[in-house]
């Protein structure tokens, strides 16, 4: 025989135990799930016009040309400093210099037919080393789809394979 000393309770969901969330350090502790501004991310979409065009799809996003989105990341830092990124002030700065054809003449922008590509990630890998991850924009919504597929995968079959050793 049991006892209990306990009076029964009814089941989920006509009650919930929350004992452990009644104060703000309990809750905090317990929690499953924290989000802070820190975790987020800006979409950013640059395009050749100078200026700021809306993205129809996603409301509060633009589309950007290079000195708007320097000028707009500028707005973000100012009189700001950050432990994860130090020296951003500095891309910034450098940023502003930027246009297209330096981006690409650095190896920031990679643009071209497929053995100028594999040339310009050459390049990359002789100043900086081997590495694992690129971040690849096909389609800045001025190609319809089937050429920014097209364009994947003319990199993946022309490009990909100069690249693709074991020890990577």
Do not use: C
């Not at 989920?12 to 499953?32: G, Q």
């Not at 975790?39 to 065009?53: Q, T």
């Not at 940023?95 to 330096?102: D, H, P």
């Amino acid at each position: 025989m049991t006892a209990s000393y306990l009076p029964p309770l009814a089941s989920y969901p006509t009650t919930r135990l929350r004992r452990n969330r009644r104060d703000p350090w309990s809750r905090k502790l317990v929690a499953e799930h924290v989000l802070t501004a820190a975790d987020l991310i800006w979409p950013v979409f640059v395009h050749d016009e100078e200026g700021r065009a809306p993205v129809p799809s996603m409301p509060e996003v633009y589309r950007m040309s290079l000195s708007a989105l320097v000028d707009a990341a500028g707005e973000w830092i100012d009189g700001m400093s950050s432990k994860d990124y130090p020296g951003y002030d500095k891309v910034i700065a450098k940023l502003k210099e930027a246009n297209m054809e330096s981006m690409v003449a650095s190896g920031a922008a990679w643009i071209g037919s497929p053995r100028e590509i594999v040339a310009a990630i050459g390049r990359l890998e002789q100043d900086y080393g081997k590495f694992e991850h690129a971040s690849l924009q096909i389609n800045f919504n001025t190609i319809s789809r089937d050429a920014a597929l097209a364009s994947l995968r003319l990199f993946g079959a022309e490009v990909l394979p100069h690249f693709a050793d074991a020890g990577r």
